[in-house]
């Protein structure tokens, strides 16, 4: 590790604000090679991170932080955040269950004010947090910093509609990727400079406030002047969007340049309005690999890969039938890499489509193309799905079209915590009347589903984790080669004396907990669920293969409440004359984030040993 001599000195903003500025470029190079190091180690968003160090040092020493709040947007580039704010020594715990959180959290610090995780939420709390101010009469300010990826989201404009003048509310747009400003070049940059000047600022001050005060016509002459100043302004350099809906506008800034960062912030602090404050950095900044490649380190992971997962899987059967049917296309939020579009987008660039941090869009969208006679496939992650709920409901299946959605990373998510554990997607979808459900743990199952399915006339949805095919898994329930219809199936156990039923990527920890409750001399039978829905067939092929008279555990990574463990378990008890003894684990009315580092599925109960525990208490009460 390389040495950090002005970091370390570094325990609270209130340190920083008191490092003379000319040690602020040898403190941004420190935390830039401590990023680099330990984000190696941990995982985690590097990248991001790297681009938003002069800005963040920027933030906390131009603003009285935590009386002033910063709030960012995903909350992904918060690293250099989380150690000027006192969390360095829990650094090495950065995004396991129970250590530091790789996004904000309010749990974890009064430096945190808005926990996040998910996009374009940022603009809507602080304008909460500005209001609440106003209301009570707190004399602070509130600070977004957003990216022009999360731009994409409706969210954040239908925030800056409802931005009112008076607030103190900052808004930092960190453009690193996408141009989406027209007011790129030479003249803007020189703009920006003029206009976070002290002396423009005074000037601008003094001269509104000496108009004001002109007996009788002065306000009207003050109007007037600032009228004229726009339409000259918008005539030389175009209009500008965010000036449109009543913002004070600074930018664009060298986000990478501290002191241009520093004047702009000062100068919005200065306004005594809301003011968006427009920086561009560098992807990567610090690192040259990640630099000239910031996708691939935007997110890094350490650890061995598969080889293939099921995201590569979908996309290859994907593109295979795009090239029979030319109704079929694809549909993303700006997740096509991460959920394996990547071949079908370079095969059939006309018949893809990413619409951005935009869920709701996305599924609405694929509803008007499903209705206009073609074949979509949404592919989303089971966590941003929530946000799609209600045009799952209203605008797809209410009207009974084909829309196809491909539900990834399924499932517990231990490196990014709650607010990416895809633990609900099955319980919501299974109160969507007319959606098949469908849960393959193979690559072969999921090729036989998406074949079985790609003609139906209604939703379909098919969900599967962020991972691999595990040996296993084929060996237990597909020996023979077999992957089609039936969707249940049974691993073969003779005479069993109690059985336990699964699906997903959960049936690898069972299969564990079968072997250890057989060292033991238990006999158990597992029973796979690739179908969930509809959820009567489902159960008449699963009361078909329990043995009879055994009691039965479910076994379930998702919510309890609604989800298919209790679903099932009502059905059998509906339609088996002698119901066996029943018991369900799964995680039950918590969100899953420990507080303490730990091995999550253990803490669940869910892994191999809680599993072998809950049979064999279940064995004991008989």
């Known amino acids: 590790m390389k040495d950090t001599p002005i970091l370390d000195r570094i325990s609270s903003p209130e340190d920083l604000r008191k490092i003379p500025e000319k040690e602020i470029p040898q403190l941004a190079r420190e935390i830039r090679d401590y990023l680099i190091e330990t984000v190696a180690k941990t995982g985690g968003h590097l990248a991001s991170n790297l681009g938003v160090v002069e800005l963040t040092l920027a933030l906390h020493r131009v603003f009285d932080t935590p009386n002033d709040r910063l709030i960012f947007d995903v909350g992904h580039q918060s690293y250099v955040h989380k150690l000027l704010t006192g969390r360095r020594d829990r650094f090495d715990s950065l995004r396991t269950p129970g250590g530091l959180s790789g996004f904000t959290r309010r749990e974890e610090s009064e430096y945190d004010p808005f926990g996040a995780g998910h996009s374009s939420t940022s603009v809507s709390a602080a304008l909460g947090f500005a209001e609440a101010d106003r209301l009570q009469g707190r004399d602070v300010f509130t600070v977004a910093v957003i990216g022009d990826g999360a731009f994409t989201g409706g969210m954040v404009h239908e925030a800056l509609n409802n931005c009112a003048k008076d607030r103190k509310l900052v808004i930092v747009l960190n453009e690193n990727e996408m141009s989406i400003s027209r007011n790129i070049g030479a003249f803007a940059r020189h703009i920006a400079k003029f206009r976070t000047s002290k002396r423009y600022r005074r000037a601008k001050k003094d001269t509104g406030s000496i108009l004001r005060h002109i007996p009788l016509l002065g306000r009207g002459i003050f109007h007037a002047v600032r009228g004229v100043k726009k339409a000259i302004k918008n005539l030389m350099y175009s209009s500008n969007y965010f000036e449109e809906l009543g913002l004070y506008y600074i930018g664009p800034v060298d986000g990478n340049d501290y002191g241009a960062v520093e004047r702009a912030l000062i100068a919005a602090k200065e306004q005594g309005e809301p003011a968006l404050v427009h920086v561009r950095t560098v992807k990567g900044k610090g690192c040259p690999e990640a630099e000239a490649d ?309 803490w669940l109960g869910l892994d191999a040993e809680g599993i072998s525990k809950t049979v064999r208490s279940l064995l004991e009460t008989e």
Request: include cysteine.
């Open 294 to 602: 910031p996708r691939s380190f935007h997110s890094i992971h350490p650890g061995e890969k598969p080889e293939r997962t099921f995201s590569q899987a979908f996309g290859e059967w994907l593109t295979a039938e795009g090239e029979k049917d030319p109704r079929v296309v694809a549909v993303t939020a700006a997740m096509g890499v991460a959920t394996g579009l990547e071949p079908f987008a370079a095969r059939f660039p006309e018949r893809y489509t990413d619409v951005g941090i935009a869920e709701e869009h996305a599924m609405t969208y694929s509803a008007g193309l499903a209705a206009g006679g073609l074949i979509p496939y949404v592919t989303v992650y089971s966590t941003f799905l929530q946000r799609a709920y209600d045009n799952v409901l209203h605008d797809v299946a209410l009207q009974g079209l084909p829309v196809r959605v491909i539900i990834d990373r399924a499932g517990l998510a231990k490196s990014d915590g709650p607010t990416h554990h895809g633990i609900f997607d099955v319980a919501f979808l299974s109160h969507v009347p007319g959606i098949k459900l469908f849960a393959p743990v193979t690559f072969g199952s999921l090729s036989a589903i998406l074949d079985l399915t790609k003609d139906d006339q209604g939703p379909v949805a098919v969900r599967y984790p962020n991972a691999g095919e595990d040996p296993a898994v084929v060996s237990a329930f597909f020996s023979d080669g077999n992957y089609g219809a039936p969707f249940v199936r049974s691993d073969g156990e003779k005479d069993p004396v109690a059985a336990i039923v699964c699906y997903g990527g959960l049936v690898s920890e069972v299969l564990k907990a079968k072997e250890m409750l057989g060292e033991r001399g238990i006999r158990v039978a597992v029973i796979l669920l690739e179908q969930l829905k509809p959820y009567d067939e489902t159960a008449k092929e699963l009361a078909a293969l329990l043995p009879s008279g055994v009691p039965v555990v479910f076994v379930e990574e998702g919510i309890f409440d609604g989800g298919a463990s209790m679903i099932l378990s009502d059905r059998l008890r509906e339609t088996v004359e002698e119901t066996p003894p029943i018991r369900v684990l799964a995680i039950k009315d918590r969100f899953a984030s420990p507080d303490e580092p730990c091995d999550l599925y253990g």
